[in-house]
Every structure is written in C-alpha cells, then in structure tokens.
C-alpha cells in the first residue's frame, strides 16, 4: 500500500548529512537513536547523561529545510531522544564538526578562555546549543543568549563563566564592552556617578557627561591600562585612589585595575566570529526535500522500514510524505503508535520498557503543519513544533493587538515554562493534546480558550471543541484511524 498521494514506491534507506558528509544507512535499526549512533561511530563529543531530554549533554545541531517557509531551520535537539530513522533528509552538526583542539570555533574558544568548562561532561551541549542560536541569529542580545540555554544544565554549577563567555557573543560584548574589527578591546565606562569616599575624588571633578574609553592594544602587555578610578585623566598623577584614605589606616593603594586589564587582555584573544565560515547547509538536501532530485540521483521517499531482530521495541516504521499516506497506513496498521518529536514514546520505551511494535513517523507531511488565519480564530497545524507555536504567537499578537488574542498572549507565556529548547524544537501541539496527559501544560489553557481540533479519517473530517475531547485519563474521543489534524483558537 503506497504511504504518499503518489504512486512512489516506498524506500528502506535514510539518507543525511553528518558534519558536511553525507552517510546513507540502509535499513538502520529502528531501536537505535542518533545518539547511540554518532557514539558508535567514534564522534564522542556528544554526551549521555539523563537519557529523557532534560539535560541537554547530548545536544546537536539539526538542520532541515522547510518546504512551507522556504527557508533553512536551525534547531538544537537532545541526541538521546531522536531516532536515528528520522534524520532522513537532514544536516546533523556535532561538537567534532565546528573545530579542533589546535583551530576551535569561537563558541570551543570563549568558552575556554573564559574558564567556562569545569569537569567538561555538558560544554559539547552547551556549545552547541549556543552554536545553533548563532546560525539562526549572528547578533543576538544578552537575553536571546540566557533563554537559549533553558535546556542545558551544568552540574558542577559553573553557569557565571558560561554565560560571561556566551554574552561575548551579544550586541554589546560583556557589559559594558566591545571587540573592534581590529581586535582590541574597547571597555567604556558610564558616567560616573558618587565618588570612592576621599574628599575632592576625582570622579565628581569630571563632567557629569564625560566616558572614558580604554582601548587594549593586544601587543601590548594588559597591566599598560590607567589605574584609577579617572583612569589616568589627572596629569599629576594625584588620583584619589593613588592617595591615603582619611578614614583608613591600609598605607597607599596604587592599585592597577586588574579585573578591566585582564578582561580587555582575555577579549583581545577572541577570534571574530565569521558566519561565513561555518559549515554550510548542503544545497542537495534542498532539492531532496523539494523532491526535485534527478533521476540519477537519491530521492526522498515515503519509508517502509521493517526489523529483522525479533526482539525489537519498534518491528515497522513507516514515513508517510502526505495526509493521504498517513491515513492509509492507520488503515493498514490501526493499533501504529504516532511519533513526531519522540519527546512521550522516547521517555515511555527508556523507562516504563513500552513496546510499539508498529511507529508512523508524522513529521514530514506538509498538510499537518499549515498555519491560517480565519473570522473563527488562528488555526494551527496540529503537527507544528512548540517552537514554531511560540513564533506564530508572537507573530498574531502583533498583528492583531492585544485586546484581541488574550488568549494566544496566555499560551504564550505558558510555553514560557514548557521543557527546555531542545524539546520545544520538536515536541508538538498534536502529541501535547492527544496524550491526554494530566499534567499536560497547554491543554488546560486551550481549553480556557474554547478551542476547537480537526480530526480526519478516511471517511471524512469533523471538528470536536476540546472540552468534549477528553474522556478520562489518557481517554479521548478520537475514533480508530482518526488523526488529529489542526487545533483552531478563537
């Protein structure tokens, strides 16, 4: 039975990138996830820690193009919870793949020189997730550079050093800094506000709106910037922090700044961040996902995918490319578990030992992921990532104003507080809703929202508000071969 609207026959091999090489697995075991495979190919940088997502050691960067946007989408992902038979048609980007020890990338660099890694276990998942925010934005603020690290833990609490290395990276390096073309390091202090405590400091001498720049020449040696809290601006050398304090018996304090001269010293290390030199997205895989491939060439097909090992947790896996497919593959296998993000099934095979012998991967089918605005409300793709939800909230609260999407505003700042990034890259609306989870984070604000979900068959659609959706504990009124296909918000 075809798995597309097509009458493309069905393949058996995936087909990806791995750090700018591309690797074709033919059968691969459908029980392995990508973690388990980029180990056992000796790329090691990636880690195993927690094994349910929560930790973020095992992130990578994966790389897709979306057929709906036209455009590339970077996305951090925990390794330990991705199937290795989803990565068909993308660029999977690990720790090995920016730099080596003699030639790092900027994200290895900074936070080396800004003694950001302690034991080392969770730097990889660090950089990388830093690494995927700089391919989606080169200048990021300071805050986009927090929030992407919601996912990522440190356990030997090192987070100040990791964040000092990050922000090197925002609009304004560290606080109050910058790095210049040239590479040297400019420190600039506000206006300076009160003195240090001596009568006549030399700080309420200056011009209320007088700023001092240091500049760090990195030829020179660190201790050549102006000790002082006028940094060298009294020619006579009669600073205040030069002279004896009135209220102190400590003899004179000619102190050099050393916390300003050995962060300018550190700065001027840094290699200028260049996105042009990281590795680029294959331009085949556009065409792959386009499906505009040449005859002599691999073409992305819906997959069929069976295990020979007898005692394996996933027996079949099927990869539908169309609404059609997928409906004809619940026809064929009603009982087929729907795995998007792998997010529930992932954690449920790790620790309750659940086996779904039959899987429909879900995620590369274009009509479940459609966004619309409608006179009855948003109407979202119920197979959308968490992500995109956050991006299309954003989006419609601009648009139509606050009065008028309350409701989106609420979603919105629950997701807020909904797992970490490399989660919400790929968990999605439909796998929130449809397991009926108690503890559910979005289901208890749509249905404050009234919303209404889309359910299709191969008999038909038909619309259910949500408040008759759920029937008890992980009970829904979905019917056999029925798939949940938009979620509409008034």
Request: aromatic letters at 6%; charged letters at 20%; proline letters at 5%.
């Amino acid at each position: 039975m075809s798995l597309s609207s097509s009458d493309t026959p069905h393949g058996s091999s995936i087909l990806f990138y791995l750090n700018g090489q591309r690797v074709v697995v033919d059968r691969p075991d459908l029980d392995m996830t990508l973690l388990q495979y980029l180990r056992s190919t000796g790329l090691t940088g990636t880690k195993l820690g927690c094994g349910e997502g929560g930790c973020g050691a095992c992130t990578v960067m994966v790389s897709r193009y979306d057929i709906d946007e036209s455009r590339i989408i970077h996305a951090s992902v925990n390794a330990c919870l991705c199937p290795l038979a989803t990565v068909d048609g993308k660029h999977v980007i690990t720790v090995e793949g920016l730099g080596t020890s003699a030639r790092p990338h900027p994200v290895q660099e900074r936070i080396a020189l800004l003694h950001g890694s302690q034991c080392g276990f969770c730097t990889p998942g660090f950089v990388m997730s830093l690494y995927t925010l700089l391919r989606n934005n080169p200048n990021p603020t300071e805050h986009e550079i927090e929030e992407c690290f919601d996912g990522n833990l440190c356990r030997c609490t090192g987070y100040r050093p990791i964040l000092d290395a990050a922000k090197t990276f925002a609009d304004i390096a560290w606080k109050q800094g910058t790095v210049a073309a040239d590479g040297s390091a400019h420190i600039t202090e506000s206006k300076a506000k009160g003195g240090c405590g001596i009568d006549g400091c030399c700080r309420l001498q200056k011009s209320p709106d007088a700023e001092v720049t240091i500049v760090h020449d990195p030829t020179k040696a660190p201790t050549s910037i102006a000790s002082g809290c006028c940094k060298g601006l009294e020619s006579d050398s009669r600073c205040c922090k030069s002279q004896k304090r009135h209220d102190s018996g400590v003899a004179e304090c000619n102190v050099v700044n050393q916390a300003e001269a050995d962060k300018a010293a550190v700065i001027s290390k840094f290699q200028r961040y260049d996105p042009t030199q990281d590795l680029i997205f294959p331009p085949f895989l556009i065409r792959y996902a386009k499906r505009t491939t040449s005859d002599t060439e691999p073409q992305m097909r819906p997959l069929d995918i069976t295990s020979t090992d007898s005692q394996a947790w996933c027996r079949r896996y099927l990869r539908p490319l169309a609404l059609s497919g997928l409906l004809a593959a619940l026809g064929q296998y009603p009982d087929a578990k729907l795995v998007a993000g792998n997010s529930e099934v992932g954690v449920e095979i790790k620790l309750k030992r659940s086996k779904f012998a039959t899987q429909i991967y879900v995620n590369d089918i274009p009509e479940l992921r459609q966004i619309s605005d409608t006179p009855e409300g948003i109407t979202f793709g119920a197979n959308i990532t968490l992500a995109r939800f956050e991006q299309a909230l954003d989006h419609y609260g601009t648009k139509y104003g606050a009065q008028r999407t309350q409701s989106l505003a609420a979603l919105r700042e629950n997701l807020r507080y909904f797992a970490g990034n490399q989660i919400r890259n790929v968990a999605t609306i439909a796998g929130n809703i449809v397991t009926a989870s108690p503890i559910s984070d979005l289901n208890p604000v749509f249905l404050a929202a009234g919303a209404t979900l889309t359910l299709a068959s191969a008999s038909g659609e038909r619309c259910v508000p949500i408040s008759e959706f759920f029937l008890g504990y992980r009970r829904t009124a979905m019917q056999p071969g029925e798939v949940l296909v938009s979620v509409t918000v008034p």
